[in-house]
């Protein structure tokens, strides 16, 4: 059979399965080899990358609105929150001339392809390479995700710090005292009033 008649699903499970073979990413092994045995619907190629969601959603770039569909899928799993990661792919239109589904993995093993990865926090825009390129864009995108997340974290700390000495400082008047003291900071002497001349009288 040729592979025209597959369905770009079958490519993408393909593609899991070497990132999985390499270790790159968990993946159902099982699950994908028993579905393209079987020629079965996978809804979904989820995988796992460093305990992230990760859904690869590619299309093959022998259409105009390939590449827009692609990420339109990605963003759309990681808004929803099917996965942390959405991978949008764009296969060269030479897959669809691979004469037997044999030589398909070989084929991907080597191409080279567009990428575009999709977060909660922003998308790294199409770059071009292969499955190696692909292992190097989830490992840094996975250390941005983190490096965010430790930021955020810490915001959060130094937030509850604010509020807390606020609260501490602004209820209490002792508190409040012995700053000033320490800061040199004194109380305004009160201005007496001056007498008017008939006072004085």
Not at 18 to 38: M, N, W
Not at 116 to 142: I, K, N, P, S
């Amino acid at each position: 059979m040729s592979s025209s008649g597959y369905r770009e699903e079958v490519f993408n499970v393909l593609l899991a399965l070497l990132l999985h073979d390499r270790g790159v990413i968990s993946a159902p092994e099982q699950s994908f080899r028993q579905a393209l045995q079987e020629r079965r619907h996978v809804p979904d190629v989820l995988v796992v990358y460093r305990g992230l969601r990760t859904v690869i959603e590619g299309k093959v770039a022998d259409k105009s609105d390939a590449a827009e569909k692609a990420l339109v899928q990605a963003r759309d799993r990681v808004s929803s929150g099917v996965a942390h990661v959405g991978i949008a792919l764009l296969y060269p239109a030479a897959i669809r001339k691979i004469p037997s589904f044999s030589e398909l993995q070989g084929f991907l093993s080597s191409c080279t392809f567009k990428v575009a990865v999709c977060t909660e926090t922003g998308e790294t825009g199409w770059t071009e390479g292969g499955v190696d390129y692909l292992a190097d864009v989830l490992r840094g995108t996975f250390e941005q995700l983190v490096r965010e997340d430790a930021v955020v974290k810490a915001v959060d700390v130094l937030n509850a710090g604010i509020e807390e000495f606020a609260r501490l400082v602004f209820t209490s008047p002792a508190t409040v005292d012995r700053a000033a003291e320490i800061l040199g900071i004194r109380e305004v002497p009160k201005r007496s009033r001056k007498k008017s001349t008939d006072e004085e009288l």
